[in-house]
């Protein structure tokens, strides 16, 4: 019997030898290491401007917008080669026109970034391997996206002084460098990008307002990192350790993550609603490629969070988003309207914030339609 008991205790003790240290302790019992900046990244880590730096980058801020549209439909007609080239080359442009390198935006760090995962793909995939050119565009042009979606809230900061935090942003990038790097075959560069999106992500955690609350993210990042070698490792061990770091990723529990960072940057409390949507709402979210039907999880009056099957996506602007039911002074969703414009007959899909409409074109083969104004609407019987 005594020998029984023996063995239980000794089974125990192993069990909770293999719990982590820090899903243990409370995140405010827990010392935060030092983490120092990646040494790639050009990123300052103010949480409030002054008035000068506000006065430098407002109107840098609102050039790079156009700048940024203009630069992505200037490149169409380009081979993928050259659309890379001249996409990188375009937002070397936009982040060095400011004199300040660490200025303390969104957008500004999803551009820097973008120069560096393009510069680790260089040096990873040999420029002749099939696809190589098409894995750079991807990053580049998804960068830049990003970059526009974050001008809004930039905007904000910038207007109404708002306190830049970090960990929500450093959430969505962690989870779109991810979404990113699944489609980059090479493995020692698959490796460098997740390590990288690790690195990143820490540090996004620690420099937030809130670091303490991470705490448990924080440390078992920091400890899992001292484990994975810098460079120069084979295909099959990159592979072994991509995976051992993807299953880090899923052990943070990445929606308590985004909770406590939410939290963090507003009293959302029990508040069900923003100024327009509501938590619960139904919409549809256009990302300027491909329309989503999507559940409003969290929402302020300017950004909402989305939950797109079972997947979350933080700080959507509402002017990507429009409600599929409903009417307004001129239309209800589902009303039958000829566009002048294009001549074409469609359906009224949704509605936007902004008066505008997402239509539906029967028969094409990309029938979904966002921001359309009324002037060019005509209802049909």
């Not at 982590?20 to 302790?25: D, E, P, T, W």
């Not at 970059?147 to 989870?175: C, E, I, S």
């Not at 899992?224 to 943070?252: C, E, V």
Request: neutral net charge.
């Amino acid at each position: 019997m005594k020998n029984i008991k023996l063995l239980k205790l000794a089974a125990i003790l192993a069990l909770i030898s293999t719990i982590s240290f820090a899903s243990i302790l409370k995140a405010d019992d827990i010392i935060l290491p030092v983490i120092t900046k990646p040494a790639a990244l050009q990123e300052g880590t103010q949480r409030i401007l002054t008035k000068d730096q506000i006065a430098e980058l407002l109107p840098w801020a609102q050039n790079s917008q156009v700048y940024l549209k203009d630069l992505l439909e200037s490149v169409e007609l380009l081979s993928s080669a050259e659309k890379a080239e001249k996409l990188s080359d375009g937002i070397k442009i936009v982040v060095t026109e400011v004199s300040s390198k660490n200025s303390e935006l969104f957008m500004r760090y999803v551009l820097n970034r973008a120069l560096v995962i393009n510069e680790t793909i260089s040096e990873e995939v040999n420029k002749d391997d099939v696809g190589a050119a098409d894995v750079k565009l991807r990053v580049l042009i998804s960068s830049i996206k990003m970059a526009l979606r974050y001008y809004d809230l930039d905007l904000q900061t910038l207007t109404k002084n708002q306190k830049a935090d970090f960990a929500v942003f450093g959430l969505q990038y962690f989870n779109f460098l991810n979404d990113l790097n699944n489609s980059i075959f090479d493995a020692s560069a698959q490796y460098a990008i997740q390590k990288t999106a690790l690195e990143w992500f820490q540090w996004d955690l620690y420099r937030s307002l809130n670091n303490q609350a991470f705490a448990p993210q924080i440390v078992k990042i920091n400890n899992a990192l001292k484990g994975f070698p810098a460079k120069n490792i084979n295909d099959a061990k990159a592979l072994s350790n991509i995976r051992q770091m993807k299953r880090l990723a899923r052990s943070m529990k990445i929606d308590d993550v985004s909770l406590a960072a939410l939290k963090s940057i507003s009293n959302i409390g029990n508040a069900s609603c923003g100024r327009i949507f509501c938590i619960g709402d139904s919409v549809l979210y256009y990302n300027g490629s491909y329309v989503r039907e999507a559940t409003i999880e969290y929402a302020w009056d300017d950004v909402v969070n989305l939950s797109i099957d079972s997947r979350p996506l933080n700080l959507v602007s509402i002017k990507s988003l429009a409600l599929p039911s409903g009417c307004d002074a001129n239309f209800c969703v589902g009303d039958k309207v000829y566009n002048n414009h294009n001549k074409l007959h469609a359906v009224i899909y949704g509605l936007q914030d902004d008066g505008q409409y997402v239509l539906y074109y029967t028969g094409r083969e990309n029938p979904i339609a966002f921001g359309w104004d009324s002037r060019y609407l005509s209802k049909e019987d």
